[in-house]
């Protein structure tokens, strides 16, 4: 099992900027590729952002690509994701994912974290 913790969500301005951060436990963090989703109210979950298991390689979505960073910490079991330049469409529950295979962090990644809410004011 993996426990995966989000933190640093809130209420930012337009334009804005917020570092979300996703603190893992229970398994090897280097053996898992990490992703972060977003689902807006009365929307499905999408996919944002992932990392491999060493982080150099990295995939984003369209909507966020140029604006968002996925990083990660080996040594601190944490992933991240900067986001910058924030719109009011950002706005959403965001979640960390974590999958052994870096096939499939980007589809149906096995763990999930609870959720933190980034709600980004026009």
């Known amino acids: 099992q993996v426990q995966l913790v989000e933190s640093g969500g809130g209420l930012v301005q337009a334009g804005g900027s917020l570092r979300l951060s996703c603190a893992a436990s229970g398994r090897t963090f280097s053996n898992f590729a990490m992703g972060w989703f977003r689902q807006a109210p009365g929307k499905e979950r999408e996919f944002v952002a992932a990392?491999?298991?060493?982080?150099?390689?990295?995939a984003y979505a369209d909507s966020v690509k140029g604006r968002f960073t996925i990083s990660r910490d080996n040594a601190k079991n944490t992933v991240y994701l900067q986001m910058n330049n924030l719109k009011s469409e950002d706005t959403a529950v965001y979640y960390c994912a974590a999958d052994p295979s870096n096939m499939n962090i980007r589809s149906s990644p096995m763990y999930w974290g609870q959720g933190t809410q980034v709600t980004v004011s026009s």
């Open positions: 990392i491999n298991w060493s982080g150099d390689n990295t």
